[in-house]
């Protein structure tokens, strides 16, 4: 049986047999496939399978083993990403050169494998990982193409038969994304990527960027991160939009000085959702160059750190809402935004959720960027940073209250005994503390002072890994971790020419011990209905690092979690959450409703992509990424019920 993607109303008809996909972007994967990274165009991560219940999940084993060892020069590099399953076969990324694999799905067995040497190119690239998967097009006629964007930054069509290169797409099946951003770009030491797949619409194809780790860029000047459109059989560039607005674009005035000339970043590199109904596109977009410094580009920014509706036919801008103004905290939108239709106080609302690195969830009408429920322009401190001016206030949303710890405090700080809580207030005195976007500030290297404590750090909160909505409660289901850092700045002209980067700086906990009081990673479900939390567990057991430390001989602790982010999948039966990167190897099983653990599924090896689910010949599988260790091997598991 072959299966085909229906487009904005329309619907084709294959050789074999007559299929219109449900238009509605939130509906989770349908007719027991994965044909999108995050499940659907809307990013739920839901699937209606129900093969797996309650009952019988206990019983999940592991059917087939497919490793990444020999896919590229680093096997022991995690793989992040999220198969596909199309008619019976897997389409995933692997190994540090990013190849494309096709597997099948019922065994495990390699079908093909796609690779490209970038040589200098995608060594000198900035995301040189296994990317977060591919992307799948069909005209219902036959004609199947696989999508990648590789770590050199080419925009590669295959054909999902056999893993060619579609010769009429571009230049023998590749475009090259350092051409056509609007900047000259040098094709090898350019340092712009993407680690995600493209999302396609149609036949219009939309891919975004990422940059380098922006902490100590070494100029205030970089690539801009602009996203693009293409014709989806010929590679054909059809519309840019300026993430960073042009001179006469709406937005340009937020750069002063006409800094939007030469600043860069400002990319989309997490994944796309759309709304084929609407037409729309939202891109979560990332902050400028550089990430705690704004001092070459005073005003708000435009559209940084924004989420941005686009019409996916010709890039035009629907609606925007800056979610961080003027950000120095590298508080990205780091994850896909998520649609679903909720009902709140008896009114339907088409809504998109984006998910934060500073643990809000923001929740806007997703025809037009209306809040859900209202966000207030708060008064936040102000940097005392020479050179530097931060916004007097920013966006904090009256409901779904914060998923996880946002600040710091004294009252937070270990107390598992007096002695730890003395040394833990010792460490922070050293450093300016305070709430939520408090700036960064000046390290005295001489003393050993300064820069400011700030929980969310950098990495969240949430991040890429995003959450995963129920289509049909309207929960959703959100993983994160405490990560406090240091955001201390300093001035070093032998690595770069902004007046200022990020300096070398932590404040590590008590006798190795953490900093700061559990849960150190946490699983939230919030109703989108009502805007409350339904409940809120640990992500994991306690480390052993914790439970077996001689300072708390003799005490009793309880289930902390893992200082880690879990991948979660929603199912219409149960939620599936894995501890994440550097967390224990095992995958959970909870009950929707009310979080209860029902079942421990053990893996190979800790996850490392978000896990996906599909039928065949009447089994339910489950598929995720883990390992990629130097002990253990980066690798595709496979699980099912007993026959």
Not at 358 to 384: H, K, L, M
Not at 428 to 450: A, C, H, K, M, W
Request: glycine share 12%; with cysteine; charged share 20%.
């Amino acid at each position: 049986m072959k299966f085909n993607i229906a487009v904005a109303g329309c619907c084709f008809i294959s050789c074999t047999v007559l299929l219109c996909l449900p238009l509605s972007a939130q509906q989770g994967s349908t007719d027991g496939q994965w044909l999108y990274y995050g499940g659907d165009l809307g990013s739920t991560g839901y699937s209606s399978l129900d093969q797996i219940t309650e009952e019988n999940v206990k019983d999940l084993q592991i059917a087939w083993r497919w490793s990444s060892r020999n896919q590229g020069p680093r096997p022991e590099i995690r793989n992040s990403t999220t198969p596909l399953m199309v008619n019976g076969v897997l389409y995933a990324t692997a190994g540090s050169r990013r190849n494309v694999v096709a597997i099948d799905a019922a065994s495990g067995e390699t079908l093909w494998i796609w690779r490209m040497d970038e040589g200098e190119r995608a060594r000198r690239a900035p995301r040189p990982n296994s990317g977060r998967g591919v992307a799948y097009w069909s005209d219902g006629l036959g004609d199947e193409r696989i999508y990648v964007v590789t770590p050199g930054y080419h925009l590669v069509a295959l054909d999902a038969h056999n893993g060619h290169q579609i010769e009429s797409f571009g230049n023998e099946g590749v475009v090259d994304l350092k051409n056509g951003l609007g900047r000259p770009v040098d094709p090898i030491e350019g340092i712009i990527g993407s680690s995600s797949p493209p999302v396609i619409v149609g036949e219009t194809l939309i891919v975004g960027a990422a940059l380098a780790v922006g902490g100590r860029p070494p100029s205030p000047e970089n690539v801009p991160g602009h996203v693009r459109a293409f014709d989806v059989r010929t590679g054909r560039q059809n519309w840019i939009f300026h993430t960073i607005p042009l001179d006469g674009e709406v937005g340009n005035e937020t750069w002063e000085d006409d800094s939007w000339s030469y600043t860069g970043n400002a990319a989309v590199w997490a994944p796309f959702a759309v709304d084929p109904d609407l037409g729309y596109v939202y891109l979560p977009v990332e902050g400028a160059t550089g990430d705690y410094y704004g001092g070459h580009r005073l005003g708000d920014n435009l559209f940084s750190s924004s989420l941005v509706a686009l019409e996916v036919a010709t890039g035009e801008r629907v609606w925007h809402y800056q979610i961080v103004h003027h950000d120095i905290w590298d508080y990205d939108n780091p994850t896909s935004p998520i649609l679903v239709d909720i009902t709140v106080d008896g009114l339907e609302i088409p809504a998109v959720v984006q998910l934060t690195k500073q643990n809000f969830a923001y929740v806007f009408d997703r025809r037009n960027g209306q809040p859900v429920w209202p966000i207030v322009e708060s008064p936040v401190p102000a940097s005392d940073v020479p050179g530097e001016r931060t916004s007097p206030t920013q966006p904090f949303p009256t409901k779904p209250a914060p998923y996880d710890r946002q600040g710091v405090r004294i009252e937070d700080l270990i107390d598992f005994t007096p002695q730890l809580r003395a040394e833990a207030e010792e460490i922070v005195s050293r450093f300016r503390i305070g709430e939520l976007f408090t700036p960064p500030s000046v390290i005295d290297q001489e003393n050993q002072t300064g820069g400011t404590l700030t929980i969310p750090g950098s990495l969240g909160g949430a991040n890429w890994e995003g959450g995963a909505v129920d289509p049909e409660t309207g929960v959703i289901y959100v993983g994160s971790r405490m990560s406090p850092s240091v955001y201390g700045l300093v001035q070093d002209p032998e690595v770069s020419t902004m007046r200022y980067i990020q300096g070398r700086a932590s404040a590590r906990g008590p006798q190795r011990l953490p900093l700061m009081k559990p849960p150190y990673g946490r699983i939230t479900a919030i109703d989108l209905n009502s805007g409350e939390h339904l409940w809120m567990i640990p992500n994991g057991d306690t480390p052993s690092s914790i439970e077996d430390h001689p300072a708390l001989e003799g005490l009793t602790i309880g289930r902390t979690g893992k200082p880690t982010r879990a991948g979660i999948l929603v199912t219409k039966t149960l939620v599936f959450a894995g501890e994440g990167a550097g967390g224990d190897p095992v995958l959970r099983a909870h009950e929707k409703s009310t979080g209860q653990i029902l079942a421990e599924i053990d893996l190979p090896g800790s996850q490392n992509g978000l896990p996906m689910t599909y039928s065949l010949k009447g089994k339910q599988y489950i598929v995720l990424a883990v390992g990629g260790t130097p002990d253990r091997s980066a690798e595709l598991v496979a699980l099912t019920l007993p026959d």
